[in-house]
């Protein structure tokens, strides 16, 4: 799927939109590409089980040194 995109600015003409620029057609995926890699999402695994470690960890010291 493309898009239209203005490198200028968009103005309404009664109810149709003008470019006061130039037109162009970008692809959907230069716009946002698509999801995370396999290498990213473990990344972000390992990063969130890090997370969370240190947090349990931190409420068991707590809990341990209240005693």
Do not use: Y
């Amino acid at each position: 799927m493309n898009f239209i995109v203005c490198d200028g600015v968009w103005q309404s003409a009664g109810q149709t939109p003008v470019c006061v620029g130039t037109l162009t057609t970008v692809a959907q995926n230069e716009i946002s590409p698509s999801g995370l890699t396999a290498e990213d999402h473990a990344q972000i695994r390992e990063h969130a089980l890090i997370l969370f470690a240190i947090v349990f960890g931190a409420l068991v010291l707590k809990k341990a040194l209240k005693l």
